[in-house]
C-alpha cells in the first residue's frame, strides 16, 4: 500500500515566520503534489512535481514555494506566513499524471494556523 | 473555465438507507472521472474512475455512473453505513497538456443511527 506521509498534523505558527510543509512516500513515484482544502472551495492545486529538482505552478502558488531534492521528499514553504495562508495542506502523489488513470494518493493533511 | 460542481453540499441520512450525489462538470476535452471519499482528519481515498466509455461502476455498496453525453456523474450508496459518514469529491482529469485536474467542492454526507 502506497504510503504519503506529512511531517506535522498540526501546525501553529506566527505571521512573518518561514514554515516548512515536509511530504515523504514510499512507492517511488513521479509525481507529486501540494494542495490546500478550504471550506467552500474545495482542492486547489499550490504546487507540483514530476520529477526531482523539477516544479511547476499550480493555480495559487503566490506565497508558497517547493522543493524536491529527492524523489521520495517534497517540501512546501511558506517563505513569509500570513493568515490568509491559514489552512489544511494536503500532499499527494501519482505513478503517472492523472489522465492515465493513476489515482492521487493523499497524505492525512498538515491543519496550519498563522496568528 | 473547466468547473465541478456536485450536489447537495451536505446531506444527512439515516443508517441502512440509500442516497446519490451529484456531480457536473464542464472538462473538456474530456478523459476520467474519479469520486474520492475523504474521513475527517484524513487525505481523500480513491473509490472509483469512470472512463469515456464506462456508463457504471461499481465497488461494493458504492455505484457510480456517468453520462458523459451531459457531463453528469452520480455516486449511489447502498445500504448505508455509519462508516460513510464522510466528505466525497468527484475529481474530472481532461487530455489537456498537463492534464490537470479539476476537483469539485465536495458532498459532506452524515449516516445517523
Known amino acids: 500500500d502506497v504510503k504519503v506521509t506529512q511531517s506535522s498534523r498540526y501546525l501553529v505558527k506566527r505571521t512573518g515566520e518561514k514554515v516548512f510543509l515536509e511530504c515523504v512516500q514510499d512507492?517511488?513515484?513521479?509525481?507529486m503534489f501540494w494542495y490546500r482544502q478550504d471550506p467552500g472551495l474545495g482542492l486547489r492545486l499550490i504546487y507540483f512535481?514530476?520529477?526531482?529538482?523539477?516544479?511547476e505552478k499550480g493555480d495559487i502558488p503566490e506565497g508558497y514555494s517547493v522543493s524536491r531534492e529527492k524523489k521520495e521528499r517534497f517540501s512546501l514553504i511558506l517563505e513569509s506566513a500570513s493568515t490568509n495562508q491559514t489552512s489544511m495542506y494536503l500532499c499527494?502523489?501519482?505513478?503517472?499524471?492523472?489522465?492515465?488513470?493513476?489515482?492521487?494518493?493523499f497524505g492525512n493533511g498538515t491543519r496550519l494556523t498563522v496568528t | 473555465k473547466n468547473q465541478v460542481e456536485q450536489s447537495p453540499q451536505s446531506l444527512i441520512i439515516l443508517e441502512g438507507k440509500n442516497c446519490t450525489l451529484q456531480?457536473?462538470?464542464?472538462?473538456?476535452?474530456?478523459?476520467?472521472l474519479r469520486w474520492y471519499k475523504q474521513d475527517t482528519g484524513r487525505g481523500p481515498v480513491s473509490l472509483t474512475i469512470?472512463?469515456?466509455?464506462?456508463n457504471t461502476k461499481s465497488n461494493g455498496r458504492y455505484t457510480a455512473t456517468l453520462d458523459a453525453d451531459t457531463k453528469q456523474s452520480s455516486l449511489h450508496i447502498t445500504a448505508s453505513q455509519l462508516s460513510d459518514s464522510a466528505s466525497y469529491i468527484c475529481?474530472?482529469?481532461?487530455?489537456?497538456?498537463?492534464?490537470?485536474?479539476?476537483f469539485g467542492g465536495g458532498t459532506r454526507l452524515m449516516v445517523k443511527p
Open positions: 469512470m472512463t469515456f466509455s464506462e
Open positions: 512535481s514530476y520529477d526531482v529538482k523539477m516544479k
Open positions: 512507492m517511488d513515484h513521479e509525481n
Open positions: 475529481v474530472v482529469s481532461g487530455e489537456n497538456a498537463g492534464n490537470m485536474l479539476t
Open positions: 499527494a502523489s501519482s505513478l503517472v499524471t492523472g489522465a492515465d488513470n493513476s489515482p492521487l494518493h
Open positions: 456531480c457536473n462538470y464542464t472538462v473538456s476535452p474530456f478523459s476520467n
